[in-house]
């Protein structure tokens, strides 16, 4: 196979993690024979600095063109204050909407090795393999929004729009990944006090309708985050709105012992995709050497899967990280007393080797 992908390294730790997933994608390459091109370009505050904006018009170019997007995080501390009128922030929903990538797909599955990072009781995490399937272009991010004065007092508001074939297109996503999963789903909502939960939770059960060989349910938010939180091996998929997306998953991201061991992948009815770890741009630790660069070489492993399509190459990757893990090898976020502490290069040469080793 030939591929073109976009790097789009951002901000902070960003060029750091994205290097080490470059190398595993090189790597994935040399050993299967594909050729895979790597173009670099700006986004965020690097881009801001260089452009005036976060997302030049000839990096959302580029973007549209590749076969896929593998990114870093963005976000910079000159930028924090939220009145700011050009943000960091503005150019991955602006890349998200130019690509027209409508579901999050954050896997979370804790490696038996992690057992003593994970908030969760050993007894009941053991079979932690669960993927949130996030609703990634509607709901209150993109709702109307605006600040008045109401009998002379400061009020702002921000409205959480759905549409039904935005509810429905997320939703039969999740049932068709079900299918190659555990043939479960749960959808999440806040049906019994927000309108658009209504709608939500109707449409995702008529969309259940047409699964009957999968296991559906629909959930409250705070019962879900509660599930999560001590019962997270019931979940096999769960699919849910924006926000509600987005919170449940960094609440995952302890299970599994470290935000820096979470990949994401953004998709929607074509390509390209938008692949990056779920973790910020973390700048006091820039230069380092000291973060954990697996969620984005998960993410690696994410684009050759739902991107190119190569689910023995994006297996290969996954077995590497499992097999360093095993070997007793860790980042600091990760790392315990009985283990070998390694930097953020090291880990990903340790992965990189491990792939070139199974050919």
């Not at 990634?136 to 409205?159: N, Q």
């Not at 449940?248 to 979470?262: F, H, N």
């Not at 023995?312 to 976020?333: F, S």
Request: with cysteine.
């Amino acid at each position: 196979m030939e591929a073109k992908i976009v790097t789009l390294p951002g901000d902070g730790i960003g060029p750091e993690v994205v290097t080490e997933g470059v190398k595993a994608l090189q790597a994935v390459a040399d050993r299967y024979g594909h050729r895979f091109t790597f173009e670099e370009a700006l986004i965020g505050g690097c881009a801001i600095a260089a452009t005036g904006s976060p997302l030049p018009e000839e990096t959302l170019e580029a973007c549209q063109q590749a076969d896929a997007v593998f990114m870093g995080a963005v976000g910079d501390p000159k930028y924090d204050d939220p009145r700011s009128p050009v943000r960091p922030e503005q150019g991955l929903l602006g890349l998200r909407k130019g690509l027209e990538v409508f579901a999050n797909l954050r896997p979370v599955k804790l490696y038996k090795q992690l057992l003593h990072a994970s908030t969760i009781k050993p007894e009941v995490i053991a079979d932690v393999d669960l993927l949130v399937v996030r609703e990634l272009t509607g709901g209150i991010y993109f709702g109307e929004r605006g600040r008045e004065s109401v009998d002379g007092v400061r009020a702002a508001y921000d409205t959480m729009f759905y549409t039904e074939p935005e509810i429905e297109r997320v939703v039969r996503l999740a049932f068709d990944l079900a299918r190659r999963r555990r043939k479960k789903v749960t959808s999440v909502d806040k049906a019994n006090v927000l309108e658009s939960s209504r709608l939500w939770r109707e449409t995702a059960k008529r969309v259940a309708g047409d699964y009957p060989d999968v296991e559906f349910e629909s959930m409250y938010v705070d019962i879900a985050a509660m599930r999560l939180v001590r019962y997270p091996g019931v979940f096999d998929v769960i699919v849910t709105g924006n926000m509600f997306g987005d919170i449940l998953t960094d609440e995952a991201s302890m299970i599994a012992g470290s935000m820096g061991m979470l990949p994401s992948g953004a998709i929607g009815a074509h390509k390209p995709g938008l692949f990056e770890p779920i973790h910020g741009s973390a700048p006091k630790y820039t230069g380092q050497n000291v973060v954990n660069p697996i969620a984005t070489i998960l993410s690696a492993a994410m684009l050759l899967r739902y991107s190119l399509e190569l689910d023995e190459e994006a297996q290969a990757i996954e077995d590497a990280v499992e097999a360093v893990l095993a070997e007793g090898y860790r980042t600091r976020d990760i790392h315990e007393e009985s283990t070998i502490l390694v930097g953020t290069r090291e880990m990903g040469n340790l992965i990189t080797e491990r792939i070139r080793l199974k050919g």
